[in-house]
């Protein structure tokens, strides 16, 4: 048997830690065309982006009303 304490300790730490998620501005309608680009979102939309998809890469993976895809770095502005 395993003490409780013992127990506790070790799936605490096997915990996935907790993703934050930051709000950025559309600065700019997104044109570009692709295989899973946020086509069609407009300037002044809300897009979340995940902590852990902020690359530095020309294109960041977001999210704008519940769809997920790529959308051009040098559109968003910062919340």
Do not use: Y
Not at 52 to 61: E, F, K, M, V
Request: net charge negative.
């Amino acid at each position: 048997l395993v003490p409780l304490e013992v127990a506790q300790t070790s799936s605490a730490k096997d915990a996935p830690e907790p993703v934050s998620v930051k709000k950025f501005k559309l600065i700019a309608d997104i044109r570009d065309t692709g295989d899973a680009v946020l086509t069609g979102s407009k300037m002044g939309s809300i897009v979340s982006v995940e902590s852990t998809d902020l690359t530095p890469s020309d294109w960041i993976w977001a999210t704008i009303d519940g769809k997920s895809g790529w959308v051009p770095k040098n559109h968003l502005h910062p919340l």
